[in-house]
């Protein structure tokens, strides 16, 4: 008689983890001067998705390349997000903040493709959006625009959700005051 296997928390958390994808955003090299000359280190901008509205940005810093990386992995599946999605395309237009950034997100029909600069579109591919227009406002630097990128997708509410934040029930609902 063979063993029965069972799952335990950290074999659930590899197979989520397995699912994603992760995208490299920017690499810097950064130098510290200290009293013996100057330090090296990394910093790296690493954006996670599964394709299915889930993604998260994470920046990892460390004194090699691959620390860095991997601390940006971890950061950003542990930040991960849920963003609402409507046929491959985003559910209406939206203008996601963060510091001097702004980045407008519009719908696109069916076809069009990611119209995206380089942080943008890391984070709108890998939360499973298809075909869509977006604009870069103010800054451009990528770890603000991946951010305001993300701003602008936590903001995105599809109908059935707006319905229910403002009260109204659909036909054939009661309503449980």
Not at 100 to 124: D, F, N, S, W, Y
Not at 149 to 165: I, P, S
Request: avoid cysteine; glycine fraction near 14%; charge should be positive.
């Amino acid at each position: 008689m063979e063993p029965v296997k069972t799952s335990t928390d950290s074999e659930k958390m590899d197979e989520a983890a397995e699912a994603l994808e992760d995208r490299l955003v920017r690499v810097r090299r950064v130098f510290k001067v200290v009293k013996g000359g100057r330090t090296i280190g990394f910093n790296a901008l690493v954006v996670v998705g599964n394709r299915k509205g889930g993604v998260g940005i994470g920046l990892g810093k460390a004194n090699e390349l691959l620390g860095a990386i991997n601390k940006g992995r971890r950061r950003a599946q542990q930040g991960m997000e849920q963003v609402a999605l409507q046929n491959n395309t985003i559910p209406h237009q939206v203008v996601g903040r963060y510091g001097g950034a702004r980045v407008m997100l519009k719908p696109a029909a069916h076809g069009t493709g990611l119209i995206a600069g380089e942080a943008v579109r890391a984070v709108v591919e890998l939360a499973g959006v298809k075909d869509i227009l977006t604009k870069s406002l103010g800054s451009n630097n990528a770890l603000n625009t991946a951010k305001a990128t993300l701003d602008g997708l936590k903001q995105l509410r599809t109908a059935e959700q707006r319905r229910r934040l403002r009260g109204k029930l659909q036909k054939g609902e009661k309503g449980g005051s």
